[in-house]
Structures are given as C-alpha cells and as structure tokens.
C-alpha cells in the first residue's frame, strides 16, 4: 500500500486485510509499539519520527524483516508504510525472493496536497492501538473522543503538528514517487483515486487485487 502520509494507506490496509484474511503489516505502527514499550530500537527511531523525517533503512528493512518471519505471514500479507525507499523496495524484492515470493500488487493511492493536510490536521488516532483510525469530519467517532473498538481515548499523533506535516511531505514525497516509479517498471502498480469517499476508493482497491466489492458472507440485496 502506497501513499503520501494521510492519503488513507492504514484505512483501507487495514479494511482490505480483514477481507482478504491477511495480516495488516505497518511499519509506523510497528515503530510506535517500539517506541511505547521503550525499546532500544524505539529510542532509536524517535528523533527521525518527531522530526518527520524517514527512519534510516537499515534499521526500517531488520524491523519488517523481522516481522515477516513470523508465522502469520507465510500466506501474505498486506504491507502499509514499506517500502518508502527504493533501496526498501529493493530489500523487499530480495527478501521475498528468497522465500520464493513477490510483490503481487503495488497499490498506490493518489491523493491531492491539500486534501493530504485536511486529512492529517484532522486525524485522531486510539491510544491503545494505532490502526484504529478517526477523522473528526471523515470518519467521527460515536462518541466524542473514544475509541468505537475498544472504549480507549483518542489522541492526535505528535508528528501530526502542521509543522511535522511539511517536513514529513518534503522529506518523504520525493523517496515515495522512486517507489512508485520502481513498481511500475516491475508491472504491478496500481494506481486509484484517493480524493472520494472511503467506500469508493475500498472497492477500487478491490477491484485491483480481484476481490469482489461485497463480501462473500453478506446477503444478497432483496
Ligand atoms: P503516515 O501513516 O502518516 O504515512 P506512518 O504511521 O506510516 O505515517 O509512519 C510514521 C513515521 O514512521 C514516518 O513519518 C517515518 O518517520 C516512520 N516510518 C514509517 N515507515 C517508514 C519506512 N518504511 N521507512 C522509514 N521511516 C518510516
Ligand atoms: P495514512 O495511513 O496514509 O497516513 P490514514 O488511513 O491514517 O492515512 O488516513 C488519514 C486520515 O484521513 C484519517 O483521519 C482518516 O480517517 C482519513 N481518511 C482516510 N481515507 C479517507 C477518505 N477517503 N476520505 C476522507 N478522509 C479519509
């Protein structure tokens, strides 16, 4: 899943996973679990993450490596946030390779500047788990200020500053599009409109990977 932050890569990556019964691997919020149980690697990251900044890839590609040994993730899964670089991309290639796989799809989500910052100036995030994800005109919350899925506080993100907002677009914009320039060499990327409703960009997704836009379980419409 690829995007410019805020266009909407962990709602549909985590809506996609669930449909297609696959892991949602992301490494921003692999890096805030680190950075929440104070780990060495947490202490690490921290200052690039503050200063919006890219975590160097060294340390990005052990982490998601790491990550995609785990059992869960023989199947597949679907990875948010990595690759941000083509040398990630590239490390992803080989690691999957190795294991006999590739990248199926590349999905990027293209979204407009200035909805990008509409979208980050107004996400609130749960405190207990990063991917339970609001916006407080998009997507509001039932009730004010609490997590619909597990009753946690809302919080807004620290790197979600206007100011952390310019220099994660300045930074990480220009690393994004080599990414997506090395998937559309490889014939894999998929390009959807972004700027519509939530819905209409899930089932575009779908339609990218050939899953069907209604689920298998639901019923028929009458
Ligand atoms: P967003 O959803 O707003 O795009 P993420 O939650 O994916 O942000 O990432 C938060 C921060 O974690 C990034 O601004 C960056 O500092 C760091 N990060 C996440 N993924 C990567 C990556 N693949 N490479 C380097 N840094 C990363
Ligand atoms: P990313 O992971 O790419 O940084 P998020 O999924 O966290 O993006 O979405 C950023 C913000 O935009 C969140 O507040 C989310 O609720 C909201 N959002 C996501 N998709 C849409 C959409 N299609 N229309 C309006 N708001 C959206």
Not at 187 to 213: F, Q, R
Request: one cysteine or more; proline letters at 6%.
């Amino acid at each position: 899943m690829l995007g410019a932050p805020g266009a909407g890569k962990g709602t549909q990556a985590a809506l996609l996973a669930e449909r297609l019964g696959m892991p949602h691997v992301a490494s921003g919020d692999l890096f805030r679990d680190h950075i929440k149980r104070g780990t060495d690697l947490g202490k690490k990251v921290k200052k690039f993450m503050d200063a919006g900044a890219l975590v160097p890839d060294d340390v990005t590609i052990a982490m998601v490596s790491d990550r995609l040994t785990q059992p869960d993730s023989k199947e597949g899964v679907i990875l948010d946030g990595f690759p941000r670089t083509r040398a990630q991309a590239e490390a992803l290639d080989k690691m999957l390779a190795k294991k006999g796989g590739s990248v199926a799809a590349a999905l990027y989500i293209d979204v407009d500047r200035e909805e990008l910052i509409k979208r980050l100036s107004g996400r609130w995030v749960c405190s207990e788990q990063s991917d339970h994800v609001y916006h407080e005109v998009a997507k509001p919350p039932k009730t004010a200020g609490i997590c619909d899925i597990d009753g946690a506080p809302l919080i807004q993100r620290d790197d979600d500053k206007a100011e952390t907002i310019r220099a994660r677009m300045e930074k990480q914009l220009p690393p994004m599009f080599e990414v997506v320039d090395h998937y559309a060499d490889r014939g894999v990327l998929n390009t959807v409109e972004g700027d519509k409703p939530m819905d209409a960009v899930t089932i575009a997704l779908l339609h990218c990977v050939n899953a069907p836009a209604v689920s298998r379980s639901s019923k028929p419409a009458a």
